[in-house]
């Protein structure tokens, strides 16, 4: 399946848009502050519009965020038979602890609620795609680019789950062009 037709619904999309919020190789934060913050919550219908944000929930925010890239960067070593999980990513569980979450059966299954209403909500409701995204079998294929200047989510839809960048005209050729030119450089030494 390629990336045109990639579902957009589910979990996988919201964690994926939610980790790309920061474009590193542009420098551009779209949560930047707490009202974007909020805006972009509200923009997804994971909070009421007009909900306000306060420095605590971007703190929680770009700690979710940032904890969730460590993860999906994770993906990849998982991908590969024989590799181990490592330890959660530093920030991650403190950001899921500051969630109001509770355990709730809806529809016949286990699920994690999210607990009242604001920005804290907004964010528990991304956590809780995590969850979501293990049950349904997507959250192995969230990866983000291993271009060290990217690192962008996507989702790996390829058979064997082997993708390693965002974009192979892009990330991939700048690594393929980097180690060429390496491997020229140290054989005409």
């Given at each position: 399946m390629?990336?045109?037709?990639?579902?957009?619904?589910?979990?996988?999309?919201?964690?994926?848009?939610?980790v790309?919020?920061?474009?590193?190789?542009?420098?551009?934060?779209?949560?930047?502050?707490?009202?974007?913050?909020?805006?972009?919550?509200?923009?997804?219908?994971?909070?009421?519009?007009?909900?306000?944000?306060?420095?605590?929930?971007?703190?929680?925010?770009?700690?979710?965020?940032?904890?969730?890239?460590?993860?999906?960067?994770?993906?990849?070593?998982?991908?590969?038979?024989?590799?181990?999980?490592?330890?959660?990513?530093?920030?991650?569980?403190?950001?899921?602890?500051?969630?109001?979450?509770?355990?709730?059966?809806a529809?016949?299954?286990?699920?994690?609620?999210?607990?009242?209403?604001?920005?804290?909500?907004?964010?528990?409701?991304?956590?809780?795609?995590?969850?979501?995204s293990a049950?349904?079998?997507?959250?192995?294929?969230?990866?983000?680019?291993?271009?060290?200047?990217?690192?962008?989510?996507?989702?790996?839809?390829?058979?064997?789950?082997?993708?390693?960048?965002?974009?192979?005209?892009?990330?991939?050729?700048?690594?393929?062009?980097?180690?060429?030119?390496?491997?020229?450089?140290?054989?005409?030494?």
């Amino acid at each position: 399946m390629s990336d045109a037709q990639r579902p957009e619904t589910g979990p996988a999309p919201l964690l994926r848009d939610f980790v790309n919020t920061l474009d590193i190789d542009c420098a551009v934060d779209e949560l930047a502050t707490p009202a974007r913050l909020a805006g972009w919550l509200a923009g997804r219908a994971l909070v009421a519009p007009g909900t306000a944000a306060d420095a605590a929930d971007l703190a929680t925010a770009l700690a979710l965020r940032e904890g969730l890239r460590a993860a999906m960067l994770d993906n990849h070593a998982l991908a590969h038979a024989g590799a181990a999980a490592s330890a959660p990513p530093a920030g991650l569980d403190e950001a899921f602890a500051r969630l109001p979450l509770r355990v709730a059966i809806a529809g016949g299954r286990p699920a994690l609620t999210p607990l009242g209403a604001g920005t804290p909500a907004g964010l528990a409701r991304i956590a809780a795609a995590v969850v979501e995204s293990a049950a349904d079998g997507t959250w192995p294929r969230l990866k983000v680019c291993q271009e060290d200047t990217c690192r962008w989510a996507f989702l790996d839809t390829s058979k064997n789950r082997s993708r390693s960048w965002c974009s192979m005209r892009v990330c991939g050729n700048r690594t393929k062009t980097r180690a060429y030119r390496a491997r020229r450089r140290t054989a005409a030494h």
